[in-house]
């Protein structure tokens, strides 16, 4: 996207009183890439100060972390993807490392960062032991938000050209979505006060597959305001919702899904973590 389109996008969560944005990306560590992050990031902090800035870029390294943060960024998603170091390496390339990603959380902690990770639940070779132990990791490195989702089959990725991978997972969709309920609802229950967000990939298991992240665990869902020709170039995995929606009719499906969840949605809310101001003893900002 270019600064135009991200400006227009920022007038339209201005006017539809969203009260955070969300800046996602790949694993790109380019200087290229890091310049023009901190540009977008300072262009909206500067445009719209109240609003909360959510930063999703994968790993990088603690010199930027700190400038993206003194740019206005307050909030950081990076999913650890498995406390287990095992299955993490089998499932990454070669030139990532898990020590690496989560040094990476330990910087974004050490530097003030409200900070989000998450796993995939019930990934190909992933025990209950497994997202036990990840349940453990969450509550002893005390994180404040959290970005979990179902594992969706991609049949262009390594473990979607597995016949016996895709036959395991057709036939066990309904069973691993409620392991993934499961999962969050537990979850908390051990931390109440965190965030947890209700994905888009869970309405791949069931048309209100939101829904019940809300009404089980969730207290976040985010509507998508990227524009309609770029949201099919992003395919993370099959059957994604909502690549035929423009910004407008997402906000008035997801407030639709939230109301009919018995909720109410909050509108100009940064949508702050509470356990981030609980356990570092400070004062959420005033409106």
Sequence with gaps: MSLEEIMDSLEFIDQAHYGSVVYQSGEVTTDTFKDYLLEIVLMTHKKYPKLGIT???????????????QAGATRYLLRIESSNKKLYEKLHPNEMSWDNRYLCLKNLQKLGYQVGTGVMVRLPGQTIDDLIQDLRFFIDNKFDMFGIGPY???????LGEDLAIQKWWQENKDKNFNIFLNFLAILRVLLPNVNIAAATACDVFDPLGRIKVLQIAGNIIMPSVTPQDYRNLYLLYQGKPCIDEDADKCLNCITNKIVYAGLKPMFDELGDSPFYYEKSKTTPPQK
């Design 55 to 69: 930063v999703s870029c994968g790993e990088q390294d603690y010199t930027f972390l700190k400038k993206l943060k």
């Design 152 to 158: 969706v089959i991609h049949e262009n990725t390594p």
